[in-house]
């Protein structure tokens, strides 16, 4: 994964991914990760390497330089980037354009931001923005979401790793707002984004499989089965299994389950998990075999899921 990433969205999907794997207790998935409501300082030295999004914020408690970072990218996508007719934040600079990949990429470092700042109004605002970005992308004959609506690079297709993007996003929202004192009361704002990430769910599950994996768009058949997209979205079912085990009942974890088995069985010797869409052209028919920077993160992902799943499990049955 780290080696082979090199764009910044791979970047920030390896770090998120780092943290999650060696310092859950530090993610936003951890049991108390703002005590006294306020974002953990981590206990490491201003020269380890930089990371993006959420671990710029974290670093940033000990090294100003990347806070301002962090802060200066939030004034940008809040004040600078162009907006939907309805107020959506665009994911290109020179045109507004929705991505359903920008849902994991700017909202959860927005929500963190929110609880660095202590500001609840801006929290709001994020899952308000989760909101817009649905009722644009979101199918209206479909429980998933397209890919891209804009002038530029229009993709109406369920893509499934697109459908991950926007739903693993929308968790890491969630529980950034569960976690942090400061938006206790949002509990509405959560009832939206789990209905939302539930949708996504639910037709992921209705979604047909090639070779053991979900298809690389839910809606053309004659697509084939990739790991990128699998992994994602059954990191959301074992999260959000665990976050609300009666909205998200065993039939998520028992579908997590059969894709993460299937996952595993097409890794290479190497650690390259395949075929993966390649993902510098999510429309290229041609597998890709020599490993997917984003899809080696996602299996992490999938990995420390299924993990958190299995512990509190075994707290339940105590």
């Not at 499989?209 to 768009?217: A, E, M, P, S, V």
Request: proline share 5%; hydrophobic share 40%; net charge negative.
């Amino acid at each position: 994964m780290v080696n082979l990433a090199s764009e910044s969205w791979e970047w920030g999907t390896a770090a998120e991914a780092l943290l999650e794997l060696y310092n859950p207790e530090l993610s936003v998935f951890g049991s108390n990760p703002f005590p006294g409501g306020n974002v953990l300082v981590p206990n490491s030295a201003p020269g380890e390497p930089a990371s993006l999004g959420v671990s710029a914020i974290m670093i940033g408690k000990s090294d100003q330089v990347y806070l301002d970072a962090a802060n200066h990218q939030a004034h940008y996508l809040l004040n600078l980037v162009p907006r939907w007719s309805n107020g959506a934040i665009s994911h290109r600079p020179d045109v507004a354009e929705l991505w359903a990949d920008n849902m994991a990429m700017s909202f959860p470092v927005l929500a963190y931001l929110a609880v660095q700042t202590n500001n609840a109004t801006f929290m709001a605002e994020t899952v308000s923005q989760c909101g817009l970005q649905r009722a644009v992308l979101k199918n209206d004959q479909f429980l998933n979401w397209r890919h891209i609506i804009g002038p530029q690079s229009q993709d109406t297709g369920l893509w499934s790793t697109g459908n991950g993007w926007a739903g693993y996003g929308m968790v890491r929202v969630l529980h950034t707002l569960q976690k942090w004192s400061g938006s206790a009361s949002m509990t509405a704002q959560a009832g939206q984004l789990k209905g939302w990430i539930k949708e996504i769910l639910d037709g992921s599950m209705l979604s047909g499989f090639d070779d053991g994996l979900l298809r690389n768009y839910f809606n053309d058949a004659g697509w084939f089965g990739e790991i990128s997209g699998t992994a994602l979205l059954s990191a959301i079912a074992y999260r959000m299994a665990v976050n609300d085990p009666a909205m998200f009942p065993q039939k998520y974890v028992t579908w997590a389950d059969t894709n993460r088995k299937a996952v595993v069985r097409h890794q290479t010797s190497g650690g390259i998990f395949s075929p993966a869409v390649n993902p510098y052209n999510w429309l290229d028919r041609n597998k890709y075999t020599s490993g997917s920077p984003e899809g080696q993160a996602f299996a992490v992902y999938l990995y420390t899921a299924y993990r958190d799943c299995v512990q509190a499990s075994l707290r339940w049955r105590l």
